[in-house]
């Protein structure tokens, strides 16, 4: 599944995950890549059906558009992967989980993460998806 660049690697949690993160959701960018608001504007390796609105879980790739942040960012158009999302979903251990915020961290071209670290926890499944994140996150649930 990875393309154009893009490093992941390990089980996708796709069919597993309920969405909670749809187009048009806002998120909160949770490097410290400068930027610190973004809202979705597509999910990368999502296929719908006529009207239905593309979502994603944590994860997964989506397209943004920076709204908040440092002026050189704003208005950018970029992709970030989810590593927070409010919406429960359940683990196949049996337990449900849920975090207080919509969160991404901003990617590069090349697939790398833009900043150097992430504030805040990081989701087991996005941890094991992406193992350059796991080594910047200061705590994964």
């Given at each position: ?40 504007i597509?999910v990368?390796?999502m ?54 915020d ?39 649930i």
């Amino acid at each position: 599944m990875a393309k154009r660049g893009i490093k992941e690697v390990g089980v996708s949690y796709r069919r597993y995950i309920t969405p909670g993160v749809f187009k048009e959701s806002l998120i909160n960018i949770s490097d410290n890549s400068g930027a610190q608001l973004a809202r979705v504007i597509g999910v990368l390796h999502m296929k719908t059906r006529w009207r239905r609105v593309p979502g994603a879980a944590v994860g997964d790739i989506v397209v943004v558009s920076i709204r908040m942040g440092r002026p050189e960012l704003r208005k950018q158009i970029m992709r970030a992967v989810i590593i927070r999302q409010r919406r429960p979903y359940r683990r196949p251990d049996g337990t449900w989980i849920a975090f207080e915020d919509n969160a991404g961290v901003l990617l590069t071209p090349d697939g790398e993460p833009k900043g150097t670290e992430i504030r805040g926890p990081v989701a087991k499944e996005a941890a094991e998806r992406w193992p350059r994140l796991a080594t910047m996150a200061s705590i994964i649930i």
